[in-house]
T-cell receptor, first 114, second 113 residues
Framework: GAGVSQTPSNKVTEKGKYVELRCDPISGHTALYWYRQSLGQGPEFLIY????????DSGLPNDRFFAVRPEGSVSTLKIQRTERGDSAVYLC????????????FGPGTRLTVL | GENVEQHPSTLSVQEGDSAVIKCTYSDSASNYFPWYKQELGKRPQLIID?????GEKKDQRIAVTLNKTAKHFSLHITETQPEDSAVYFCAAIIGNAGNMLTFGGGTRLMVKP
């Protein structure tokens, strides 16, 4: 079946603009995660959804970042007033619910803030 | 929170040799340790994982060992091949505390033919 998909694959924006990044998880996966990966580093956790609700948003760096998953499937990560330091690859992952289940990653969205 | 350290950051081996990557973690409550392989420009993909109730797991040329007392775990790749060249990430998770992965900094493995 289809894996996790993310759109757009690349996004270039100007400092101060608003961006939305979309994630389509694997069908039936209740858990959804957002991570951010800077060049040469490991992914860093941002937020985790169980169904429609954000179960843990402790990784969001500040209040410019927000994510939603209104119907428990597709999720959107929203970044307001983008800064150059927001430039990174934003990865989405999904899994069946449960602590030891594999997280399947999407291809990521490369965000560049000029 | 959890902190995962990974070393070496780069590793170069000759084809056919073995490669070992080591990680340490800080939170003794961590109980699940996956390893991901990421090729350039691609998504991370799980290659092997281990739970805290076992000390070793093997899958063909790949094995992972876990020492809970010392809080470290290692990835072993035997008979390396050029297609093993990639960045490898270890991760740790506290299974009952949110399921988010904490990743190490990555190891760039280069297998020379």
């Amino acid at each position: 079946g289809a894996g996790v998909s993310q759109t757009p694959s690349n996004k270039v924006t100007e400092k101060g603009k608003y961006v939305e990044l979309r994630c389509d998880p694997i069908s039936g996966h209740t858990a959804l995660y957002w991570y951010r990966q800077s060049l040469g580093q490991g992914p860093e956790f941002l937020i985790y959804f169980q169904g429609t609700g954000a179960a843990d948003d402790s990784g969001l760096p500040n209040d410019r970042f927000f994510a939603v998953r209104p119907e428990g499937s597709v999720s959107t990560l929203k970044i307001q007033r983008t800064e150059r330091g927001d430039s990174a690859v934003y990865l989405c992952a999904s899994s069946v619910l449960g602590a030891y289940n594999e997280q399947f990653f999407g291809p990521g969205t490369r965000l560049t803030v000029l | 929170g959890e902190n995962v350290e990974q070393h070496p950051s780069t590793l170069s081996v000759q084809e056919g040799d073995s490669a070992v990557i080591k990680c340490t973690y800080s939170d003794s409550a961590s109980n699940y340790f996956p390893w991901y392989k990421q090729e350039l420009g691609k998504r991370p993909q799980l290659i092997i994982d281990i739970r805290s109730n076992v000390g070793e797991k093997k899958d063909q040329r790949i094995a992972v060992t876990l020492n809970k007392t010392a809080k470290h775990f290692s990835l072993h790749i035997t008979e390396t091949q050029p297609e093993d060249s990639a960045v490898y990430f270890c991760a740790a998770i506290i299974g009952n505390a949110g399921n988010m992965l904490t990743f190490g900094g990555g190891t760039r493995l280069m297998v020379k033919p």
